[in-house]
């Protein structure tokens, strides 16, 4: 991205201008005042309105790219942030339906026939929602309408992404005031969801089969999220992952001047979120 500067004077200007004041001053030391401003004035006057013309039709030239390059630049900053956020959400989807698939396969190893079928089916299931939101994505990303590219997700989809996650094993007793955030606005409700579903998809990577705990509540002009573990399952060994789903989350957040916490808690892992309610939809 080219370096942005503020359209000035050229030296050039600045350099002729004060090549004729200094040739009036010449001239009214050498000629006598009268022959002066009889023919020298009256030159010099002309060739400064000249100078002083160029100079304005260099200045307005230079302020005209200025802002072409300013508005340029906006434009490429404001894509550079889409794709950031579209990122984003590409990997909140990928490692959510990726991550409880593979904890259902893992967790059906060990397990009769009859649980085995169930957990194809789960896995199954949550394959076809994962390629569904991923799709629908895609035709978000292609529509030409001009609109703000968001894929479609609100807090009416908290129960799927809960439900998701429970057929990877997760008991998760969840509570979530759906009368109270169906009025936030759009972006809202969008990172409402993404705290929800990493915050899941980290409990089933880390601490397997186990029970949760997640709220979603409006306090005033504040939202609330809370999600809660009870620590691995026995036996369960944590499944590594990148590391950049909570710092994704701490900018998200930071996004809409809120706080974010998380780390341990009793055994288990604790992540809790504060938004400002903010706008209306």
């Given at each position: 991205?080219e370096?942005?500067?503020?359209p000035?004077?050229t030296s050039?200007?600045?350099?002729?201008?004060?090549?004729?004041?200094a040739l009036l001053?010449?001239?009214?030391?050498?000629?006598?005042?009268?022959r002066?401003?009889?023919w020298g004035?009256p030159a010099?006057?002309l060739v400064?309105a000249?100078?002083?013309?160029?100079?304005?039709?260099?200045?307005?030239?230079r302020?005209?790219r200025?802002?072409?390059r300013l508005e340029?630049?906006a434009?490429?900053r404001?894509?550079?942030?889409e794709?950031l956020?579209l990122?984003?959400?590409l990997?909140?989807?990928?490692?959510?339906?990726i991550g409880?698939?593979?904890?259902?396969?893992?967790?059906?190893k060990l397990a009769?026939?009859q649980?085995?079928?169930?957990a194809?089916?789960?896995?199954e299931?949550?394959?076809?929602?994962?390629?569904e939101?991923?799709r629908?994505?895609l035709?978000?990303l292609?529509?030409d309408d001009g609109?703000?590219?968001?894929?479609?997700?609100?807090?009416?989809?908290l129960?799927?992404?809960?439900?998701?996650?429970?057929q990877?094993?997760?008991?998760?007793?969840?509570a979530?005031?759906?009368?109270?955030l169906?009025?936030l606005a759009p972006?809202l409700?969008?990172s409402?969801?993404?705290?929800?579903r990493?915050?899941?998809?980290?409990a089933?990577?880390h601490?397997?089969r186990t029970a949760?705990?997640a709220?979603?509540e409006?306090?005033e002009?504040r939202?609330?999220?809370?999600?809660r573990?009870?620590?691995?399952a026995?036996?369960?060994?944590?499944?590594?992952g990148?590391g950049?789903?909570l710092?994704?989350?701490?900018?998200?957040v930071?996004?809409h001047?809120?706080s974010l916490v998380a780390?341990?808690c009793?055994?288990?892992?604790?992540l809790?979120?504060?938004?400002?309610?903010g706008?209306?939809s």
């Amino acid at each position: 991205m080219e370096e942005m500067s503020r359209p000035r004077w050229t030296s050039r200007a600045w350099a002729a201008a004060c090549a004729l004041l200094a040739l009036l001053a010449v001239l009214l030391l050498v000629f006598p005042i009268g022959r002066v401003a009889q023919w020298g004035a009256p030159a010099v006057m002309l060739v400064m309105a000249g100078v002083v013309w160029w100079a304005l039709r260099t200045t307005r030239r230079r302020r005209a790219r200025y802002e072409q390059r300013l508005e340029r630049w906006a434009r490429e900053r404001a894509a550079a942030d889409e794709r950031l956020r579209l990122a984003r959400e590409l990997h909140d989807l990928a490692s959510h339906g990726i991550g409880v698939m593979t904890v259902r396969a893992s967790t059906a190893k060990l397990a009769d026939e009859q649980e085995r079928l169930r957990a194809l089916d789960d896995i199954e299931r949550v394959g076809r929602r994962s390629t569904e939101q991923l799709r629908s994505m895609l035709t978000v990303l292609r529509a030409d309408d001009g609109g703000t590219l968001r894929p479609p997700c609100g807090v009416a989809d908290l129960a799927a992404i809960v439900d998701s996650a429970g057929q990877a094993g997760l008991e998760i007793d969840a509570a979530f005031d759906e009368d109270g955030l169906s009025d936030l606005a759009p972006e809202l409700q969008l990172s409402v969801c993404a705290i929800v579903r990493e915050a899941l998809s980290n409990a089933v990577r880390h601490a397997g089969r186990t029970a949760v705990r997640a709220s979603v509540e409006r306090r005033e002009d504040r939202v609330v999220i809370v999600v809660r573990d009870a620590g691995p399952a026995p036996g369960w060994r944590p499944r590594p992952g990148t590391g950049t789903g909570l710092l994704g989350l701490r900018e998200r957040v930071a996004l809409h001047d809120g706080s974010l916490v998380a780390g341990p808690c009793e055994g288990g892992f604790r992540l809790a979120a504060e938004l400002p309610a903010g706008g209306r939809s």
